[in-house]
């Protein structure tokens, strides 16, 4: 096990995929309408846990061990609908990417 932990980072994952599968609700039909306003409410309560721990992200990302990776793959596998081990773990990385950005678009890391 790690240093830090991974709290925070599960915390983003989660936060990363309702993202990734809210932007692509709102994009299937080519424009963002009222009908993808419950998937932005979805966001909340993932955007609000990721931003009371997110600057502990990086450190934990630094010192990420193999089974905690293992976990972060456990908590996305039932989220999402892909069925090859790297599609998965691309996935996480992508969904972590994403926090990451947002994270740093409002200063709360570097």
Do not use: C, N, R
Not at 37 to 56: C, F, N, R, T
Not at 80 to 87: G, K, R, S
């Amino acid at each position: 096990m790690s240093v830090h932990g991974i709290k925070e980072t599960k915390e983003a994952l989660v936060l990363g995929i309702a993202l990734i599968k809210a932007g692509k609700s709102a994009l299937a039909d080519g424009k963002i309408g009222i009908g993808d306003l419950s998937d932005a409410l979805g966001l909340i309560l993932p955007l609000q846990a990721a931003i009371e721990g997110g600057y502990k992200i990086p450190a934990e990302l630094a010192d990420l061990q193999p089974e905690e990776f293992d976990e972060l793959l456990k908590i996305a596998a039932p989220m999402i609908d892909l069925v090859t081990p790297d599609a998965l773990e691309d996935f996480v990385w992508k969904a972590l990417a994403a926090v990451k950005l947002l994270l740093e678009s409002i200063g709360l890391i570097k």
